[in-house]
């Protein structure tokens, strides 16, 4: 279970040196985050005029020309936390609860901006899930401290490592944001103190941004500069994690396994790795347009698949058929996307192991109205028969599409009592069958498909705990029917089992969770790139290749 991060502060006189300056410079994202977050619990719907302001707040907030990557999501939710702060948070908090507030210190302030902004997650996270007699109570005792003065008799306990957490009473680790709460049910004064750390964060972050707003960006943080420089240690149980700097040129944008290497794409190009190495090699960049590839497989042929988007030329054949006009132009439904300012059409194709491209596949446009047209793919597998499967914007209420090798429809797969998410992972199992994630509101599991009935087959339902954020990769695990990776963390999971098991829980991975790539070997093993910093190039957003690290974590 997650919840609102909270917030961040800092306060103070005077003018901030260089160095306190640089360091905040380089975790503004981290700011980005949390607002990010207390944006989610909100679920508001944002109004035009926002954005126009959210875009003048986040010039303010990114300084210079190397910060990290913001998604339209991202952007969508920080309108809507930033219309919550300036409406909601300021006059919520009054009499009593604003005293207790404005009661800290300096100090206390530093150290709430030091945990917010040295966490490695962009999110707080728990030891075991909350249960829901305890969400209950929580959310009573919320209204018993913000209207009627109901405080904690003591604030939570700092815990200095993961394993200072014997099992008594609340703990949090700063470094992943994470919240060690006891097997037995949390008492009254427990949830309190939850709840009081993160009003205290949610304060801190206003007053982080009224002096941002007053130029008064001012304070002392000794500690913010204490890890600068130094190399990144190794978590407990994560000595078999292999770290490997990137030493190539491709600013990645993602990377997909192939049966003995990782192939890495970046506009216009997609280069080979070898498994283990620091390089990687161009291996193709034959397209005639602008060119982003989204997704891609490789079978056990070698014939690699690309779902790609094309940029539409000027006068193109989509322009001319009237399908880049309209409303609809830029989401998608048409078939059409449009990416920095650009129109992009959908296609797949597909490469022989000599680099050839065998065919060009047109998925813009419908056929024989089986589809509306795909915007663009986010996920794709082919099966040992040859038939693709394909996830994206375009297929109406399918789970999937399928398509034959020559790119002709064959069928739509599609459930009554599930969906899934766009972003779901989709797999080949080590049985040969296609997995598919799959949910029913906060409700997650996996299904096989079978495709001569155009439905789902066999279902595991409830396979993580309730409330966990996506299974967005699917693959065999080195010695388990499934490796699984989420938002919460990586799991294990053989077909059968009750339930799947967290092996690495989001708060011990070893690099930062919040927009890493990632995919699943032939062995099993995990592949991360941390490609957390980017710069400005023209119009777009690109990695920073110097700055990107690969993590090879074992999948058990």
Not at 413 to 440: E, N
Request: glycine share 8%; aromatic share 8%; proline share 3%.
């Amino acid at each position: 279970m997650k919840e609102s991060a909270g917030a961040k502060t800092l306060g103070g006189e005077g003018l901030l040196s260089k160095e306190v300056e640089t360091v905040m410079k380089k975790k503004t994202d981290r700011f980005e985050q949390e607002l990010l977050h207390l944006a989610e619990q909100e679920k508001m719907i944002v109004p035009e005029t926002v954005y126009r302001k959210v875009d003048d707040t986040l010039v303010s907030l990114s300084a210079g020309p190397i910060r990290k990557k913001m998604t339209w999501k991202k952007a969508v939710l920080l309108a809507a936390v930033l219309t919550a702060m300036c409406s909601v948070t300021v006059t919520a908090a009054v009499g009593a609860l604003q005293r207790r507030m404005e009661a800290m210190n300096q100090k206390e302030i530093a150290d709430y901006f030091v945990q917010i902004y040295t966490s490695k997650l962009g999110a707080d996270n728990y030891n075991r899930p909350m249960k829901e007699e305890e969400r209950n109570r929580m959310a009573q005792l919320r209204v018993s401290y913000e209207q009627e003065a109901v405080f904690p008799q003591k604030a939570l306990t700092m815990l200095s490592s993961p394993d200072a957490y014997k099992g008594k009473g609340v703990g949090f680790y700063k470094e992943t944001s994470t919240f060690f709460l006891p097997e037995k049910d949390m008492s009254d004064e427990e949830l309190l103190q939850i709840i009081d750390f993160v009003h205290r964060r949610d304060y801190s972050l206003q007053v982080m941004k009224d002096k941002i707003t007053e130029s008064e960006t001012s304070f002392l943080i000794e500690e913010i500069t204490e890890d600068e420089g130094k190399e990144e240690k190794e978590k407990t149980g994560e000595e078999a994690v292999q770290r490997i700097p990137y030493t190539g040129n491709l600013p990645i944008r993602k990377i997909a396994a192939g049966q003995d290497c990782i192939y890495l794409t970046g506009k216009n190009s997609i280069h080979r790795m070898e498994i283990g190495s620091s390089d990687s090699e161009r291996y193709f960049d034959d397209f005639e347009n602008d060119t982003y590839v989204n997704a891609m497989y490789e079978d056990k042929k070698g014939n690699l698949y690309l779902a790609v988007n094309e940029r539409i030329e000027e006068g193109g054949d989509v322009e001319k058929d009237g399908l880049a006009q309209g409303e609809n132009a830029g989401n998608g439904s048409a078939g059409v996307v449009t990416i920095a300012g650009e129109k992009y059409r959908s296609a797949l194709w597909i490469l022989n192991r000599t680099k050839e491209v065998v065919r060009k596949i047109d998925l813009s446009s419908g056929q024989a109205q089986a589809y509306e047209g795909i915007g663009m793919v986010t996920q794709l597998v082919v099966d040992a028969q040859g038939y693709i499967y394909l996830r994206g914007t375009g297929i109406g209420d399918a789970l999937l599409l399928v398509l034959d090798g020559q790119g002709d429809y064959v069928k739509r797969i599609t459930s009554d009592l599930y969906d899934c998410h766009a972003l779901g992972g989709l797999g080949v199992g080590r049985d040969g069958r296609i997995y598919t994630q799959i949910q029913d509101r906060d409700r997650m599991g996996i299904a096989s498909v079978d495709l001569a009935e155009g439905a789902l087959d066999e279902i595991y339902m409830d396979i993580v705990p309730e409330g966990t954020i996506m299974l967005d990769l699917i693959a065999p695990g080195s010695d388990t029917d499934f490796v699984f990776w989420g938002y919460d963390g990586i799991f294990t999971y053989d077909l059968g089992a009750e339930s799947a098991v967290n092996i690495l829980p989001a708060y011990e991975a070893p690099c930062d969770w919040e927009g890493v790539m990632y995919c699943a070997l032939p062995d099993g093993r995990i592949v991360f790139a941390d490609a957390a910093q980017y710069r400005q190039e023209g119009t777009e957003m690109q990695s920073i290749p110097e700055q990107i690290c690969f993590y090879y974590v074992p999948g058990r």
